[in-house]
């Protein structure tokens, strides 16, 4: 898109830049207002059908504008004195971007979620998880899409044009839309239950008018109705815990509140499940934060090892070069290959150490790819070193355009490495924030992993700023044109530090987390009026709970 905008609009290039990166923002940031939408009213299929109409006419605009001369200005081949794009032109472009960044917001939060209801429960009796191989899957068919826009799309726009390079992903989309509304009558469809911010709100207001009452010591006491929670524990109502005890108080009935009224206000008093929904959310958050760090240490090393790959050898053979940006190719191949290994191999040899049916928890899964994420950017680090030094010794420190005899293949670990941190690393967190949210947010729950995304991309940049401002003029750490008289491998031992003191927040949090535990009812129990149901976690421990239903 930036060569789109600088060579086909004609756009000045901080203009153009600042243009994607305010279109990126809002597109990370809209699934919070889809995921909401889905989650209160309307549902994850008609979100996700709704959101992908907005985003084809997105498309279509913007195809338009790349075929029309009349949505464009003149060609501009030598890119000196252009034509700016006319006022109308670029609200043309405007409103395409715009309507791709709302539908953005129907479809990134709902569509993962809503594939993964179609496996229903998600834990069976005995423990077993059902969708850890189905997230695999899909950060598997994110990481194929992305290999082929980064490769096939790429080409098309760059040797046949831009009418094509855009026209082929907007038939694609309108493919996907017809092929995803006509399996309609195959899908699992879950009602929505309420806006689950009212229902969090409700919960902190009716603890804080309760806040002089005291909590009986018996769990059991406080109110529940089955009733008014079915819509939204359709595969089992969360169980009381003991954390967050002060808000326990909005469930406490007291003398004058009669819960023969179904329902009661409640504003003023609560089931238990509506309860453990907030204690769950409260829960998540400290995991959720330590994802943003990570995105935060990684956000800018990718262009960074651009610039790296600029001035070292690309070349293949004498008459072909690897273009910089292509060698994000070797990080997919390896998240794509990573993801196939990892079920089949590691997940089976894991299992036979830990006994758990995913291999390792989502929380392990996590960690582990904290820790390869801080190897791949020492690795970095080590390498920048290692090619300032040829640099020094062929007296190329000066010539910011001189090529450095070194391979670029030496920047592939990195790559390889940081692909592999994808598959430990994303998939746990998406896998994380399904699997522990409670089950009528789950839609915002993973709009919560793109809004951790944006906010690391964001807090990424200020830090860069930061760092180019005050490593001073004469050896800054970020230089804006010569990197070889740069400290490149000291920004990346700073990110790397920042990343050791998330590693240990994180191992903290994970080790203090209480994985939700939930009750499950037959139906056959439902109908006898016994409930001898299982009280289950993340972990697969089971306990028997024998009450009168």
Excluded at 46 to 51: E, H, L, N
Aim: hydrophobic letters at 45%; a neutral charge.
């Amino acid at each position: 898109m930036i060569t789109y905008l600088t060579q086909e609009l004609n756009m000045p290039l901080v203009q153009a830049s600042n243009t994607l990166t305010n279109f990126g923002g809002t597109a990370s940031f809209t699934p919070l207002i889809g995921a909401l939408i889905a989650d209160s009213f309307a549902g994850r299929f008609w979100t996700i059908t709704v959101g992908s109409i907005i985003y084809e006419l997105g498309l279509v605009s913007i195809t338009l504008s790349a075929v029309l001369p009349s949505l464009r200005p003149p060609p501009c081949p030598t890119q000196q004195n252009c034509q700016e794009a006319s006022t109308f032109q670029l609200w043309i472009l405007y409103i395409s971007l715009l309507l791709t960044s709302l539908g953005t917001g129907g479809i990134r939060p709902c569509v993962v979620t809503f594939a993964a209801d179609q496996f229903g429960s998600d834990k069976v009796i005995t423990g077993r998880s059902k969708k850890w191989n189905f997230f695999n899957w899909y950060y598997f068919s994110m990481g194929l899409a992305t290999l082929t826009a980064l490769t096939v799309v790429v080409y098309v726009q760059e040797n046949v044009g831009w009418g094509w390079g855009l026209g082929i992903p907007t038939i694609a989309m309108i493919v996907s839309i017809i092929a995803f509304v006509i399996g309609s009558p195959l899908y699992k469809k879950i009602e929505p239950g309420g806006s689950p911010l009212i229902r969090l709100a409700q919960v902190i207001v009716a603890a804080f008018k309760k806040r002089k009452e005291t909590a009986p010591e018996n769990p059991k006491l406080l109110y529940q109705n089955k009733e008014l929670d079915a819509a939204i524990s359709l595969h089992g109502r969360l169980v009381h815990t003991d954390q967050y005890k002060w808000l326990d108080k909005a469930a406490v009935v007291t003398e004058s509140e009669s819960v023969s009224s179904n329902p009661p206000n409640l504003w003023r008093l609560v089931t238990v499940h509506r309860v453990e929904e907030l204690k769950t959310i409260i829960r998540m958050l400290p995991i959720w934060a330590a994802g943003i760090l990570l995105v935060t240490s990684s956000s800018h090393l990718h262009s960074f090892v651009i610039q790296q790959a600029r001035t070292m050898d690309r070349h293949l053979s004498k008459s072909f070069e690897i273009p910089p940006a292509s060698l994000s190719i070797f990080g997919i191949l390896t998240t794509l290959s990573g993801l196939v290994l990892y079920e089949r191999l590691f997940v089976p040899l894991a299992r036979r150490f830990t006994g758990h049916p995913s291999g390792v928890t989502c929380l392990q899964r996590m960690g582990i790819g904290f820790v390869i994420n801080i190897v791949a950017t020492i690795v970095s680090s080590f390498i920048e070193i290692k090619r300032k030094s040829v640099a020094a010794h062929q007296n190329l420190l000066d010539d910011p355009k001189g090529i450095v005899p070194i391979s670029v293949f030496w920047l592939v670990p990195q790559f390889c490495l940081h692909g592999i941190a994808e598959v430990f690393m994303s998939v746990g967190h998406l896998e994380f924030l399904y699997d522990q949210s409670p089950e009528s947010m789950r839609s915002t729950a993973a709009a919560l992993y793109w809004t951790a995304i944006s906010m690391g991309n964001y807090i990424g940049t200020l830090l860069v700023s930061l760092v180019h401002k005050y490593t001073g003029e004469n050896s800054n750490w970020l230089p804006d044109r010569n990197l070889n008289r740069g400290k490149l491998e000291y920004y990346y031992w700073l990110v790397s530090g920042i990343q050791v003191l998330n590693l240990i927040y994180y191992i903290i949090c994970a080790y203090l987390y209480t994985y939700k535990p939930l009750e499950e009812v037959t139906e056959e129990e439902e109908e006898d009026g016994e409930f001898n149901g299982t009280k289950i976690s993340e972990k697969g421990v089971e306990l028997t709970l024998n009450e009168t239903a």
